[in-house]
């Protein structure tokens, strides 16, 4: 099994555009099909899959949601990665295992090596370093709203929602992070583009 060893990467989207899918509810309105053209490399995390069943990567580093749905076969892409196999409970054979570690800790350039993510807390950051390591060198973010939509509702695939106080700690948090991140992608020459829908 895949989770036997960690993975490295290999430039394999060498000079390419990826596109990272979050998972703010305004996808819910994107037209998904403009985004399974072919050579599109595309990543979602968690429950995005339900969207973009086809996504080239499927960002499981949320042990919690992880634990609490490990049956990904409606999940028909190439790759699943994973940081904390003790939260896998069913394996797959598209499983695959990196390091994780946390940007704010990063203290020389954070995508050097290609067995390990680094992440700000949200899935979104964990997708663009893991573009990165593949060699794009240009990615799109959408369905990265950074605030709640119609009725506090949180993410596309489910209908939780938060408390406006406690989604302005949270989306202040991952602007944080996705800041402190894009001063070493910045270093890389490396394009991000936040397509606000």
Known sequence: MSLDHIHTFTHDWYRQTAVVVGNGPSMLAFP??????????????NGGYLLLPRADVLMCTDKRWLAANPDLSGYIGPMIVVTQPQAVTREDPRMVLLHRRFIGDARSDPFARRDTLYEG??????????AILRGARRILLLGVDLAPGKDN???????????????????ARQVKHLTAQADWVKRKGIEVINARL
Do not use: G, M
């Open 32 to 45: 998904v099909q403009e985004l399974e053209r072919p050579h599109t490399r595309v990543l979602v995390a």
């Open 121 to 130: 807390w949200n899935s979104t950051s964990t997708n663009i370093s893991c």
């Open 153 to 171: 509702r949180r993410r596309t695939y489910d209908t939780s929602t938060d408390t406006p106080k406690v989604a302005a700690a949270r989306y």
